[in-house]
């Protein structure tokens, strides 16, 4: 087994040097890895804002949360000289840091899966720390296998297969992934939006001159798309509660179908559903 301290060359006098941050969220335990496959500069925004002073040390090797055991590599970060800053957005309090990506082994961000077994809760480790339990030591991770390419995001994969949160659907229409844009903007039909922290649903169509691309940009600029219920959702919690909303597909329908049929299947939807008695339809 390779060690991730050998792959990065750490020895072990320079432990007390490291803290290893394991990249997860409470919302979304996934939301780090969705990050850095959205590009690395996204990854250390988000990582730099801290609910606490947790990067005590010079130097975090970064992992982030895939499956159970299983850890992507997100590159080791030098802390800055300067004290973090208190931060506060929409009600939620932290610590601002400066951070900087260190030239070590960057051709692995993203490609390297780190395996290590926690079996406990904390998420910023000293490199040197051996769990009181007998658990694996941090400095016993090792390399569980290398992707032939970086994380990125991932091509169409197919219109039953669509599921996806906010942040990757702005991600994808505003870079104009061109297999999503492809397959959407040559369908009409019906979807379904989830607000994840309830379970509240929503149905809506695509039909007219719009296609699911078209009606799911707007989506993306403002997260409610103009529906009467999201944009009260949005009013009552702020605009980042968009990031609890799912999307996803029911049906798709030809282009040339007519609006009658659409609308039709769009309140079909809506009854199995029920989402207009406990959902987020208002009609």
Same mark, same amino acid.
């Given at each position: 087994?390779?060690?991730?301290?050998?792959?990065?060359? =750490? /020895?072990? &006098?320079?432990?007390? *040097?490291y803290?290893?941050?394991?990249a %997860?969220?409470?919302?979304d335990?996934m939301?780090? @890895?969705?990050k850095?496959?959205?590009?690395?500069?996204?990854?250390t925004?988000?990582?730099?804002?801290q %609910?606490n002073?947790?990067?005590?040390?010079?130097y975090i =090797?970064?992992?982030? +949360? =895939?499956e159970k /055991?299983?850890?992507?590599f997100?590159g080791v +970060?030098?802390?800055m000289?300067v004290?973090?800053?208190p931060?506060?957005? &929409?009600?939620? !309090?932290?610590?601002? @840091?400066? %951070?900087?990506?260190?030239?070590?082994q960057?051709d692995?961000?993203?490609?390297a899966v780190?395996y290590?077994?926690? *079996?406990?809760?904390?998420s910023y480790?000293n490199l040197?720390?051996?769990p009181?339990?007998?658990?694996m030591?941090?400095?016993?991770? +090792?390399?569980y296998?290398?992707?032939?390419g970086? #994380?990125?995001?991932?091509?169409?994969?197919g219109f039953? $297969?669509?599921?996806i949160? @906010?942040e990757l659907?702005?991600a994808?229409?505003?870079?104009s #992934?061109?297999?999503w844009?492809?397959a959407?903007?040559?369908?009409?039909?019906?979807y379904?939006?989830?607000?994840a922290?309830?379970?509240? $649903? @929503?149905v809506?169509?695509?039909?007219?001159?719009e296609?699911?691309w078209?009606r799911?940009?707007?989506?993306?600029a403002?997260g409610h798309g103009? !529906? #009467?219920?999201?944009?009260r959702?949005?009013?009552?919690h702020g605009?980042? +509660?968009?990031?609890?909303f799912?999307?996803? =597909?029911?049906?798709?329908?030809?282009m040339?179908?007519? &609006? /009658?049929?659409?609308?039709?299947?769009?309140?079909?939807?809506?009854?199995?559903l029920?989402?207009?008695?406990?959902?987020?339809?208002?009609?």
């Amino acid at each position: 087994m390779l060690k991730l301290t050998q792959i990065l060359g =750490i /020895d072990d &006098n320079e432990f007390k *040097n490291y803290k290893v941050h394991l990249a %997860t969220d409470p919302g979304d335990k996934m939301r780090p @890895y969705k990050k850095l496959m959205l590009g690395q500069q996204e990854f250390t925004d988000w990582q730099e804002s801290q %609910t606490n002073k947790n990067f005590g040390r010079r130097y975090i =090797i970064s992992l982030a +949360y =895939i499956e159970k /055991d299983k850890w992507m590599f997100a590159g080791v +970060y030098e802390v800055m000289p300067v004290p973090p800053r208190p931060i506060e957005r &929409n009600g939620w !309090n932290g610590w601002k @840091y400066e %951070t900087r990506l260190v030239d070590v082994q960057q051709d692995l961000i993203g490609r390297a899966v780190i395996y290590f077994h926690r *079996n406990f809760r904390h998420s910023y480790l000293n490199l040197e720390m051996i769990p009181a339990d007998g658990g694996m030591p941090p400095r016993d991770m +090792y390399l569980y296998c290398l992707h032939e390419g970086k #994380v990125s995001i991932r091509e169409f994969p197919g219109f039953d $297969q669509v599921d996806i949160d @906010y942040e990757l659907l702005k991600a994808i229409v505003g870079k104009s #992934v061109n297999s999503w844009k492809t397959a959407l903007s040559n369908v009409k039909g019906v979807y379904l939006i989830v607000d994840a922290r309830t379970g509240r $649903q @929503y149905v809506g169509s695509a039909y007219g001159e719009e296609c699911i691309w078209q009606r799911w940009e707007a989506y993306a600029a403002s997260g409610h798309g103009g !529906n #009467v219920e999201l944009k009260r959702l949005l009013a009552q919690h702020g605009a980042d +509660y968009a990031e609890n909303f799912r999307y996803s =597909i029911l049906e798709v329908c030809n282009m040339n179908l007519g &609006n /009658d049929y659409i609308i039709g299947r769009e309140n079909h939807w809506k009854n199995i559903l029920m989402t207009r008695e406990f959902g987020l339809n208002e009609n």
